[in-house]
């Protein structure tokens, strides 16, 4: 039997998630731990795993996670972004169950720059009349 092996990218704010994804028995491991070690909330690793849920084939895959940059939460966001295009992929046809649940946008919000002469990007320092 031949081992196909489906690599795909994810980012969410600073946080990239290099994915490969090869037929098997459901087994996730991000940075070499298993990915409930890593990620230790339960809203991570349920947001991790909404793509496989969606397309239900939660013990299909072994998924291997290559995570860095910004938190876990952000971490999280990109290896879902990364499974969901991997899983495209495996079937193309998986495509409209994806994006109905909205999985295959990348979320392009990031942290505002601090702006000179403000502790903060938006928060000024106290205004003093006299």
Same mark, same amino acid.
């Given at each position: 039997?031949?081992?196909?092996?489906?690599?795909?990218?994810?980012?969410?704010?600073?946080?990239?998630?290099?994915?490969?994804?090869?037929?098997?028995?459901?087994?996730?491991?991000?940075?070499?731990?298993?990915?409930?070690?890593?990620?230790?909330?339960?809203?991570?690793?349920?947001?991790?795993?909404?793509?496989?849920?969606?397309?239900?084939?939660?013990?299909?895959?072994?998924?291997?996670?290559?995570?860095?940059?910004?938190?876990?939460?952000?971490?999280?966001?990109?290896?879902?972004?990364?499974? *969901?295009?991997? !899983? @495209?992929?495996? $079937?193309?046809?998986? /495509?409209?169950? +994806? #994006? *109905?649940?909205? !999985? @295959?946008?990348? $979320?392009?919000?990031? /942290?505002?720059? +601090? #702006?000179?002469?403000?502790?903060?990007?938006?928060?000024?320092?106290?205004?003093?009349?006299?």
């Amino acid at each position: 039997m031949i081992q196909e092996k489906y690599t795909a990218t994810g980012r969410r704010k600073t946080a990239v998630a290099r994915i490969n994804m090869t037929n098997g028995s459901g087994k996730i491991s991000v940075n070499g731990k298993a990915f409930d070690e890593y990620f230790t909330t339960v809203n991570q690793q349920n947001h991790l795993l909404q793509p496989l849920q969606v397309v239900k084939q939660l013990h299909a895959f072994d998924v291997q996670i290559k995570a860095e940059g910004g938190g876990l939460s952000g971490q999280a966001g990109a290896a879902r972004l990364g499974i *969901a295009r991997a !899983l @495209l992929k495996v $079937d193309p046809e998986l /495509r409209p169950s +994806l #994006k *109905a649940e909205g !999985l @295959l946008t990348r $979320d392009s919000r990031k /942290r505002e720059r +601090l #702006k000179p002469g403000q502790p903060g990007a938006r928060k000024r320092f106290q205004f003093s009349k006299r």
